[in-house]
Every structure is written in C-alpha cells, then in structure tokens.
C-alpha cells in the first residue's frame, strides 16, 4: 500500500515521530520533517519496515530534498526524570524548534501529543506505515539515533549496543546482570524483567 502524500491539502505540514521509546538505554530521538511536495520518493516507509541499506539510502534522499528537517534527542537521565512519554513529546518539541521555515499543521505518529505552542496538531496511530511525511520522520529519527547508539557500544561492548541499540535483548538482558547498569542505562525502567523486547 502506497503511503499517503499528506493529511490536509494546501496546509505546510510536518511529520513527526520518534525512535528508541522502548529501549532500556540510551536517549530517545525524534524527528520533524517537512517533504517537498514537488519531489517524491514512493520507497518512504515505516522505518521498522525497512532494511539498513534503504533506510540509510532514504535518510540521504529526505536530507537532501526535504523542505525542512531536524532531529531532536532527550537523554536517558532526563527520560529518568520526566517519563518516557513525556520525553518522547519533548524530542519531538526539540525537532520542531529547529525548523526555521513557517508550518500549518503537526502530523504526530502516536495517540497522544502535548500541543507544540499554538500550532494544531493530528495524531495518527500507526501514522508511520500512513504518511510519508511521518514515515520520512520515522527513518531519519531511528537512522541517526542508530548511528549514536553505534558510537557508544564502542566504550560499553559488552551491552552488544551495536546490534541491539538499547532494546532489551538476551544479551543486553544477561549483560546487566553480570556488569549491572552504566551512565546510559535508564535507571526508571524495570531493566531487570525476564521479558523479551522486540528490536
């Protein structure tokens, strides 16, 4: 099924979502992303649909033709602080400060979203496998926090960050039980639950 070009005709709208909600260590990311309606690219998809390869191909198509784009990241200790949820609207708000064109309309992917100053805003469940412009936002928030996550596990290998980014996996599970939790774990999730987390 092709994804939709946008949600409201004639209005500049931004898609916007995040990466590593999930996750039991590192930060959370998000992204904003305005597509130029006059360049398309049919292959945008939901980021967790997609290959490494065609993900990373497409984060360089969106950076390069985008209208607009930027990424923003709350780190574990502030996700500590105010809750995942909330850290995940305020990556979303610290993308949306960045985007320096004028907006008309937030495309969040999600069921909820705490309103970003007064511009209106619709959420869409499941919206990254709906809009291209939230499937754009989706790819380059989980391309570039990949790539984070990937600098990291070179100073904590035995975590295997650079396979699991975070997600509670077998081997990051096994990890914090023998070497316990470090400076990027999120010390308010139950890390030590027996359940499996999909990466």
Request: net charge negative; proline share 2%.
């Given at each position: 099924m092709r994804l939709k070009n946008h949600y409201t005709k004639g209005l500049v709208e931004v898609g916007c979502d995040e990466a590593g909600r999930g996750c039991y260590a590192g930060p959370v990311y998000a992204a904003a992303v305005i597509l130029d309606p006059k360049k398309r690219n049919n292959a945008l998809n939901d980021s967790k649909q997609l290959s490494k390869k065609t993900r990373d191909e497409l984060r360089l198509w969106i950076e390069k033709n985008a209208i607009a784009w930027a990424v923003g990241v709350?780190?574990?200790?502030?996700?500590?602080?105010?809750?995942?949820?909330?850290?995940?609207?305020?990556?979303?708000?610290?993308?949306?400060?960045?985007?320096?064109?004028?907006?008309?309309?937030?495309?969040?992917?999600?069921?909820?979203?705490?309103?970003?100053?007064?511009v209106p805003h619709t959420c869409i469940v499941k919206g990254d496998g709906k809009y291209k412009n939230i499937a754009a936002a989706s790819i380059l928030a989980k391309t570039h926090r990949d790539e984070y996550m990937q600098e990291i596990a070179k100073d904590f290998p035995m975590y295997d960050w650079a396979n699991n980014q975070g997600y509670g996996t077998l081997k990051h599970r096994n990890a914090l039980k023998e070497f316990g939790i470090c400076e990027h774990h999120r010390s308010s999730f139950n890390l030590f639950r027996e359940s499996k987390q999909s990466t």
């Open positions: 709350v780190s574990a200790k502030e996700i500590d602080e105010i809750n995942i949820l909330n850290a995940s609207f305020l990556a979303m708000h610290r993308a949306l400060d960045q985007i320096e064109v004028d907006f008309d309309h937030l495309l969040i992917d999600g069921n909820r979203f705490t309103p970003y100053h007064f």
